[in-house]
Structure formats: C-alpha cells, structure tokens
C-alpha cells in the first residue's frame, strides 16, 4: 500500500476569509484514546489556521468538533448524548458548523444514522481523511453542504497538519496509523484502517524540535506502536530518539506481544534514563483458547517469556495490560486462568473491560452465554485482586526518592501538585515552589493502590539525590 505522505488543503484560506475580524471561535471535544488527544491537537490546529480562537464553552463557538471512539458500546452512547446536547446550540444560533470526527464516523451503520436522526450534524469525517477538515467547513459556510466523508481511505499519510499542542512539556507524536490485526473482538481495524508507518526522518526531526522547545516527555503513539516499520524497525526508530541530544523521556502506546522484539528490549536496557521503564502490554486473556479466538497470535507461555525478558532487562519495570473480561465462551476456568497470570506478573495497573459486542467483527458473532451477573462478578474479582496487587506494587516506594515531572497544579489548590515518576506513576505532592513541566526530585511519604503521595525537595539537595535515589 503507497504511504507518500500528502497534505492537500482545501479550504484553509477560503475559510480564512469568511471568519478574519469575526472573533469567531472553536470547541473540541475528545472522546477515547491518546491517539485521538493527539488528532484532537491537529484539528486545533486546523481551525485556529482557519482564523478560529479557542472557546472555553460550546454555546461560544461557531465551530464544534466532537472525537469520538468506538471502542465499546458506552463511547458510542456517551458520544451520541453528548452530541446530542449540542441541538440546542444549533437551533439558537443555525450558522453553527457541528463535526463528528473520530471511530464513530468512520462506522456506515453510525454515519448513516446521524445523517437520518441528527440533522442538526453539518458533517462526519472519518479519522484517515482529517486533513479534509477545512473543505467540509467551507462547504458548509459557503453552500450550506452537509458532508458525510467515509470509505476514502487510500493507506498515505496527511504529513505538515498544523498542530496545536495542549502541554508544553508532554506531547504525543504520532508515528503510525491503522491495524492489520484484526482481534475478533476489536473495532479498531475496521475504523483506521491498514497500518502505516510515518517516515523515521519526519518523526525523528519532529522529536528534535520538541526537545529543543523545551518537551520533556514525548509519548510515540500508534495503535499498534512496536509493529513500526518504514526505513528502520521501531527498535531503531526508538534508539535514535533516544540519541538526540537533552534531558527528556521517551514513552510508546500501545504495543502488541507479537510485536516486542529483543531489539526493543535491548534498547530500553541501553537507553534507560531516556526511554521510560514502563511497558503497557496488553494480555487480553489469560486463556490459550481464548486468546486464539482473539485472533491474539500468542499463547500465555509466550507473553510470560516477554515479560520475563522485560523484568531482567530494566529490573524495576512498570508493567499494565488490558484484560477483557467475559469474552464469548470464557468459562469459569478460562477466567481462573486470567486471575493466574494477573498473580504471576503482578501488573502495576490494570484497565479492565466487559466484552462489549462491535458490528462487523468476528466475535460480535459468537454465542455468548455468560449471564450479567456472572460478568460482574468475574470484573469485581478481578478489580478486588488488582487492588491488592497495586497497593504491594506501591508500597515499597515510600521513603524513596524519585524523579518526578511536574505535570500540573492539584485540585487541592496552592502548594499542591501531580506528577509523574519515570515509570508513569502518579504522585501527588507538595512543593514551595511552582515548577510545572520540570523534572524534580520528589521523598514519596505514602502510597495507596493507584496513587503516590511525597513532599518535593528543595533547593541544592543533590547530596540527598545522591544517598536516597535508586535512579
Ligand atoms: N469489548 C471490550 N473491550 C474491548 N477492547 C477492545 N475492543 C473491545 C471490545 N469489543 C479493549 C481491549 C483493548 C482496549 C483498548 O480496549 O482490551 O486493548
Ligand atoms: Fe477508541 Fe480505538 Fe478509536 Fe482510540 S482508536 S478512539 S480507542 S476506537
């Protein structure tokens, strides 16, 4: 499939021209995952090259995108009400451009419905064709056009989309798109399409330029991260990133098992201090029949031996998964299995699903028997036993001393901060000082199953540094 990476913009300046002087304003709303923050950040930066402002309510704006996931049954109906809400905006003020980007818009059965049943909708635009952004707005300011942009996917890339970051110390770059996987249970493939690798000199040189404005944390994003494959492997593409020059952190979402390759691990090992000890690595089911009926590729014996490889390349490794519980056919005995590999590996966190049944997949097919109540009690089994994992997994940081960036202020107001540890721990932490998007030293006083709480230190500690950090 060709990847010649284009942007053919249609629309920018015509639009441009329509809102220059108007004070005209834009509110998106992000639903899902951190690939869609990230596509969230590009059509920012499309409707602020558009000429639109950013509005801190939905009444204010003239141009309302919300991103929505499919994932799972509840994104779709949570992304449907909170369409639904904007009803109102359009009848008070009609000249208003409502979009729906993201999964959701990329489902025929779902675009279909929204062109019958949300008329108030002006477009939808399937997440492969973003860079269209700007022409179905002007369609719809010019002509009054409703657009309903879906099945155009031809596997290239839109590179050079104006990006408008949210942080200026954390920042996602995308290097690959789509999934060739096709798990039975999973919508993913259908919605972004084939994989498709972005081409190392773009990525590596959009890394260079985030450091040097001063980006402390880049997360490498792709639904299938570690199956990365342009010029160089993603081992490679990793290494090299982590070569450049200064003092930032590299992290990667979301890897698939079959993916991880010695290479990769090698270089968390070379690269510690730069590339992040942590692996989000997603089991899905502690099930050997399960996991074929997954279309996973691997057995648990297998993802056991990645882990056991992780844990002796970079011993303090922070490991999450993803686990689906109640997938059709699990038996008591296939979850027992899941709870095993919980117990043996010890995962610092879990994100737990129910199986939730998606048109167009293999799996939606399947019989399923499991009652209700047999699905929540095997969630609250899962989730009890995690508790008790995390908070083992937590407690032996009290009284260390750990490298934190400073994410933000808490809740809690003055003085009070979050954080997190190399690992992607959450800390939550008092400082005297205000030092949002630097990396500090934080005592850890305190730990519960998903949060660290400490006091950061303060002014010349690096004799403390020196005797308390395991860094
Ligand atoms: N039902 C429940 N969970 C799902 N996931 C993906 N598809 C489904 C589904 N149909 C979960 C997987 C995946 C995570 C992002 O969402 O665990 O890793
Ligand atoms: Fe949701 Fe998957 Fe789309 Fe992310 S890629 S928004 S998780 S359906």
């Keep these: 499939m060709e990847t010649r990476t284009f942007y053919p913009d249609l629309g920018t300046d015509l639009v441009r021209r329509m809102t220059e002087g108007k004070g005209e304003k834009y509110f998106v ?16 930066g499309m409707a602020e090259a558009m000429g639109y402002s950013a509005a801190k309510e939905p009444e204010e704006a003239s141009l309302i995108v919300v991103n929505t996931c ?32 993201g999964c959701m818009a990329a489902e025929p059965h779902m675009v279909e419905h929204i062109k019958k049943n949300f008329h108030f909708v002006t477009f939808t635009l399937e997440p492969n064709r973003l860079f269209r952004l700007p022409e179905l707005v002007a369609a719809a300011l010019l002509e009054s056009r409703r657009s309903f942009v879906l099945g155009e996917d031809d596997g290239r890339i839109a590179e050079g989309l104006p990006i408008c970051r949210t942080s200026d110390h954390r920042a996602y770059v995308s290097i690959m798109y789509g999934c060739n996987n096709f798990c039975s249970y999973c919508i993913v493939p259908y919605v972004r399409g084939r994989e498709r690798s972005r081409e190392s000199a773009a990525v590596i040189e959009e890394c260079r330029a985030l450091i040097a404005s001063g980006v402390k944390e880049i997360t490498l994003l792709g639904q299938n991260v570690n199956s990365y494959r342009a010029d160089m492997s993603f081992a490679s593409l990793i290494s090299r990133i982590a070569e450049l020059e200064g003092d930032f952190l590299i992290r990667f979402m979301t890897s698939h098992p079959k993916d991880v390759s010695d290479e990769l691990i090698e270089a968390m090992k070379k690269y510690k201090g730069k590339i992040a000890p942590s692996f989000h690595l997603p089991l899905q089911a502690g099930s050997d029949r399960i996991l074929k009926n997954m279309n ?38 296939d979850f027992l299995g899941t709870i095993k590999i919980i117990e043996k590996v010890e995962y610092d966190m879990i994100f737990s699903f129910i199986f939730s049944p998606r048109e167009g997949t293999k799996a939606a097919k399947m ?105």
Excluded: W
Aim: with cysteine.
């Design 29 to 44: 709303l992000t639903l899902g995952c951190q690939q869609n923050e990230a596509d969230s950040e590009r059509i920012r």
């Design 70 to 101: 499919a994932i799972r049954r509840h994104a779709e109906l949570k992304a449907l009400s909170i369409v639904g809400r904007f009803k109102a905006i359009k009848t008070a003020r009609p000249e208003t451009v409502i979009g729906i980007c």
């Design 296 to 333: 996973r590729t691997y057995t648990t014996a297998h993802y056991l031996s990645i882990v056991e490889k992780l844990r002796a390349a970079v011993p303090d490794i922070v490991l999450t998964t993803d686990i689906i519980v109640a997938f059709p056919g699990e038996t008591e005995e």
């Design 367 to 471: 019989e399923n028997t499991i009652t209700d109540e047999e699905k929540s009690d095997r969630m609250a089994r899962l989730l009890a036993m995690q508790k008790e994992i995390a908070l083992k997994k937590n407690l032996p940081y009290v009284d260390r001393v750990e490298r934190v960036l400073v994410d933000d202020e808490a809740r809690e107001g003055a003085g009070n901060f979050i954080g997190r540890t190399a690992g992607g721990k959450l800390v939550r932490f008092t400082d005297k000082k205000r030092r949002i998007g630097e990396f500090i030293y934080v005592k850890i006083t305190k730990a519960t199953p998903f949060d660290l709480f400490g006091e950061a230190l303060n002014g010349n500690s690096n004799e403390t540094i020196k005797n308390e950090t395991r860094i």
